[in-house]
């Protein structure tokens, strides 16, 4: 879930005060690589967590003529089949019959290609069991290399991990992380980092070919935090990620195209991966009952799966929907900056638009000249992480000029699998007017004199 999105949630205990892990066990995690590397022994970052006041309790927003977000996970009372079929099967987790038809299903019918796919709660969960199968228990360095415009959850996971992440800046017109960025850092912290995090941003499609060579030479794993990617396909006309043996992480959030509750999924080409990530995520068990290896419990319950199979049934319906109706968002609004789609189809979440550059930094004043006019927008992601202050106790950061320009001007515009072409005439024209009270209002701010000295 993002800060946007945030639903209420009742706070019953403090936030956890430091992070460390524990003895290691006897076996790395992945085979001994030939590497010329040494490996760091740093010591794991202590992680101080400032004081959080309480939320408030949650007040009622008024209702939206066209609401940002509107999540549309299949209707649970509308499943009573699977519900009873889940009743008289006796197994509700643990890789039940009804994981097992999502992981098939999701392998057969998105990426149509060799490998396998694993089931988990969550992408959060999914990311940190990725990461750490891939850097094994004594990571060969100390540093995860993500950009700093991301979700939370992906430095989360790696600080989880106890790694730091290294935040570098992105492209500015992909909003993809920037591949000179990233080989500034590769080259300035070589044998440091002990994984690269690309993010798929906003379901655009990452140059995965590009990650395997930086792989290959380096010897660096990757993991791909492709949280908003699940029904993009690449400019090959495959799956997003159909075919790459480094892991990808998607979410199937409730606000996301692939709309559960809370689900993920992680696909990989190499089945021995997913095999592995299988056993940790069911407590580490590589032999009946008996860890092998480091776990944890990210198994999704058969109720959640069944969500899944019935939103793979309509997925397909959906995201011809949502492109569609980001194709008219383009029409409609020429005259401003869309993100730059590298791949033949993109699973849009929302519309993110860049507002003029002299509206740059005036983004809340927009959003709030939207709200009052009944139309939602959201702000992604913004903050980014460089920006949050756990992020800057805890990660290490790269300049970040494109980083910085995109957070001053980027807004999200609604989208859902429900709204119509009349709804996106009502928000263009509302954007529009929207734009211009704020650049009137800009106008007649008087500006400060300068005295000449
Ligand atoms: C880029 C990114 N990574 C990870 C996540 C976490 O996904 P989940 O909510 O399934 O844990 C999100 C969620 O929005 C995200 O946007």
Redesign the pocket.
């Given at each position: 879930?993002?800060p946007d999105q945030a639903m209420p949630i009742a706070i019953t205990q403090d936030p956890v005060a430091s992070v460390g892990l524990a003895q290691p066990p006897a076996q790395p995690l992945r085979a001994a690589r030939p590497s010329k590397r040494k490996r760091t022994a740093d010591a794991t970052p202590t992680l101080a967590v400032p004081e959080q006041p309480r939320p408030a309790a949650a007040e009622s927003k008024p209702s939206l003529r066209v609401p940002f977000l509107r999540p549309s996970p299949p209707r649970l009372s509308e499943l009573t089949e699977g519900l009873v079929a889940i009743e008289a099967s006796g197994v509700f987790s643990n890789y039940g019959p009804m994981n097992c038809r999502l992981e098939e299903g999701v392998l057969t019918r998105i990426f149509k290609s060799p490998g396998e796919c694993l089931t988990v709660c969550?992408?959060?969960i999914g990311?940190m069991l990725a990461i750490k199968q891939a850097v094994g228990w004594q990571p060969r360095g100390r540093y995860a290399l993500m950009p700093s415009f991301?979700?939370a959850?992906?430095a989360h996971a790696a600080l989880w991990c106890g790694l730091t992440p290294l935040l570098c800046d992105i492209d500015p017109d992909t909003w993809l992380p920037d591949a000179d960025a990233e080989q500034a850092m590769i080259e300035r912290h070589g044998d440091a980092i002990a994984v690269i995090l690309p993010?798929a941003t906003f379901g655009n499609c990452l140059d995965l070919a590009r990650y395997d060579r930086i792989s290959t030479a380096h010897g660096i794993p990757v993991v791909i935090?492709a949280?908003?990617s699940l029904g993009s396909v690449g400019a090959d006309g495959r799956a997003f990620g159909a075919g790459c043996a480094h892991p990808l992480v998607f979410?199937m959030?409730a606000t996301k195209s692939f709309a559960t509750a809370?689900a993920?999924l992680i696909y990989s080409a190499d089945a021995g991966r997913i095999a592995t990530l299988r056993m940790m995520g069911n407590f580490g068990f590589g032999e009946p009952r008996t860890a092998t290896m480091p776990g944890l419990n990210s198994k999704l319950g058969e109720v959640s799966a069944l969500l899944g199979l019935a939103k793979l049934d309509e997925f397909e319906r959906i995201t011809l929907h949502r492109q569609a109706i980001y194709a008219l968002y383009r029409q409609l609004l020429p005259e401003f900056e869309f993100q730059h789609l590298t791949g033949a189809r993109t699973a849009h979440q929302f519309v993110p638009v860049l507002l003029p550059a002299n509206l740059a930094g005036r983004v809340p004043e927009v959003v709030a000249a939207l709200a009052e006019q009944g139309i939602g927008a959201g702000r992604y992601f913004v903050p980014h992480l460089a920006e949050q202050s756990f992020f800057q106790a805890s990660c290490i950061v790269d300049a970040l000029p494109a980083t910085i320009a995109t957070s001053r001007r980027i807004l999200s515009l609604p989208l859902s699998d429900s709204i119509t072409p009349a709804d996106i005439d009502l928000v263009c024209s509302a954007m529009r007017r929207a734009c211009r009270k704020v650049a009137d209002a800009q106008a007649h701010t008087p500006r400060p004199m300068v005295l000449s000295t």
């Open positions: 879930m993002t969550n992408a959060t990311l991301t979700f959850a992906t993010n935090d949280a908003a979410s959030h809370e993920g």
